[in-house]
């Protein structure tokens, strides 16, 4: 059995900007990888929170912390895999992804 639908922001977004983006979004990014059945939808969400804490990319962290407290991701398991990532990518990546960890998680 495929994982659940995820809906994403895309067409709410950018829907009347950039519809192809928009399809690609929904269809291909949400609508078959994050659906294939080799990894749970929470080992997705920890991967894809861990990359974007990587490569600086905090504009969409929101949205997948978000999305990762659906998946069944703890608070302390985000706190912890961003607390292991500052030694690799850097303690103000991992800095600024708590600022948003804690806005998501404490609201």
């Known amino acids: 059995m495929k994982n659940k639908a995820i809906t994403s922001t895309a067409q709410e977004n950018l829907g009347d900007f950039a519809p192809a983006f928009v399809k690609y979004t929904d269809e291909v990014l949400f609508g078959d990888s994050w659906r294939r059945e080799e990894l749970s939808l929470r080992d997705r969400s920890i991967i894809t929170i861990s990359v974007l804490v990587a ?27 961003i607390t292991h990532l500052s ?21």
């Open 55 to 81: 490569g600086q990319h905090i504009e969409q962290l929101e949205y997948h912390l978000k999305l990762a407290k659906e998946n069944r991701v703890k608070e302390d398991e985000i706190i912890e895999a």
């Open 87 to 107: 030694f690799y990518v850097g303690w103000p990546r991992a800095a600024s992804a708590f600022e948003i960890a804690k806005k998501v998680f404490r609201k």
